[in-house]
């Protein structure tokens, strides 16, 4: 099938009146792929989430540097191709350019939600379009490119030593927000981490932090994020 010639929009016009073109084609429901083994984190999130955004983003950029990715970068522009029953039967639009904005201004919680955006645009076009139209096919070829790379995204990086992360974590959990410190706390007392309390700031002891207390304090820092505090201080070597 050759490529459809770059357009400003990815559907083609309308055929002329009194020529009606069946498009019909409907496709079964669109299920997020089994995850055989999950990483540490929260209802299958990543523990690792700031980095598996990014991995998104990295996912993205393959899908919009294909050659056909340009057919699916803008909204589909139905008034300019007088596509009259375009909204009647889409409707949910979307297109990687809206997926590529609401990620850069972090919009997505996980990487469930931005995969749900990018399925959202393919299975709108093969929808809409009949099997053997250029725009349907492009769309089938870079579904299959995501669903290639979504297993990476959510294929949790080899784990640094845990010397290591609790030399991370301990110039990061001061800077979580005050409620999130106070968790930290809890967690940490009962794994008689904690040494102290002292005005209200509670001394703790990560080198009584197992492997997986590590993992549930980097959930912390991945969920909740460097923000302001001052409830928990980390003994200093």
Known sequence: MPRPKRRRSPLPPPAPPGFPTERKHHLPELQPPAVAAASPGVAGVPADLGDALLRCGKLLDKLLEHEDGWVFAEPVDARALRLVDYYLRISDPMDLGTVRRRLERRRYADPWAFAADVRLTFNNAMSYNSAGDPVYESAAELSEIF???WPSVLAAPPRPPDAERKRRLSGLLPRLPVGAQVTVAEIM????????????????????????????LDRMVAEHGAALAGVVKVKQK
């Open 189 to 216: 007392k009962k794994r008689d981490g904690c040494l102290r309390e002292v005005n209200g700031m509670m001394e703790v002891d990560l080198d009584r932090a197992d492997s997986a207390t590590l993992d549930e």
């Open 147 to 149: 669903e290639a790379g």
